[in-house]
């Protein structure tokens, strides 16, 4: 009879539907997705495959024992170094504890919405025996921040609040100085390599149909006409405030700056990734 309740949890509509088992007055066992008298719910436990992890490349890419590389969704590590680009501050640090933690053990996967990113790497959290969550500790550590990817938005409510407290207590990467919020009246031509914190006010709101774009003052290097624009995608607008809310604000945005014609920019994803100064 175990042998046909599986059989049926691997029909389409059976997996996620409540399986009720009872035994009938010659004492044979029978299941069903519909509640009959003296009926029990029959406690379903997911099987879950569970792997070796190879190599750690870094904070928060591994490579399993099936050759599979895995980049752990919803966060970032500073980079380690890489050719000939040297290790961003508090990359080794994320490397070394991620290689301490998974050290003796096997993890399994929670595979992403989208399942692989354009380098084809797998997008995943990632669970040990033990049910650590290892993006998640790697935020409370404060050897990552939070970086959402929209449709990935699993966890992100316990992911957001370990960063708020991470933070707050200024350990890992929240209390190093090369992570400090930077005015957006500093910055040089040179901009500022991988992630970085950008402060500023919010002194225009421009709209297109494609993207939401907010215009910080003041101008960088007027003589030269650079600007500074956090850019929303327009497709992700609900999971924001009312964008108009922002103007006349002073905010930090976080991500990575892209220049193009002489106009800095930053694509801002999620709201985790905008912060009101108080």
């Known amino acids: 009879m175990r042998i046909l309740l599986v059989l049926l949890l691997c029909l389409p509509g059976w997996a996620n539907a409540e399986i009720y088992e009872w035994r009938d007055a010659n004492g044979s066992t029978h299941f069903s997705d519909r509640p009959v008298a003296d009926a029990k719910t029959v406690d379903i436990k997911p099987g879950y495959d569970f792997y ?23 966060i970032n590590t500073p980079e380690v170094q890489h050719r000939d680009k040297p290790a961003d501050a ?53 050897l990552a ?11 992100v409510n316990e992911l957001v609040k370990a960063q708020d407290k991470a933070e707050q207590a200024k350990i890992g990467v929240w209390g190093r100085p090369e992570y400090a919020a930077t005015p957006v009246g500093s910055l040089t031509e040179a901009g500022h390599p991988g992630w970085t914190r950008l402060v500023g006010k919010v002194a225009n709101i421009r709209k297109t149909r494609k993207s939401v774009y907010l215009e910080f003052s003041p101008v960088l290097s007027a003589a ?36 193009n014609k002489g106009h800095w920019s930053m694509l801002i994803r999620h709201p985790s990734a905008v912060k009101e100064n108080p």
């Open 52 to 74: 070796k992890v190879k190599t750690v490349y870094d904070g928060d890419t591994v490579v399993l024992e099936d050759s599979r590389k895995i980049r752990l969704l919803g």
């Open 90 to 142: 508090g990359g080794d640090e994320a490397k070394h504890w991620l290689s301490d933690k998974l050290k003796n053990t096997r993890v399994r996967l929670e595979i992403g919405v989208e399942k692989t990113d354009k380098y084809g790497r797998t997008l995943a959290h990632l669970f040990t025996e033990n049910k650590e969550h290892i993006n998640l500790q790697l935020v409370e550590a404060g």
């Open 145 to 155: 921040a939070v970086s959402i990817y929209p449709p990935e938005l699993r966890y």
């Open 224 to 259: 030269e006409g650079d600007t500074f624009e956090a850019r929303i995608e327009s497709k992700w607008l609900d999971l924001f405030p009312d964008v108009n809310g922002y103007l006349g604000k002073t905010i930090e945005v976080r991500g990575w700056l892209n220049k």
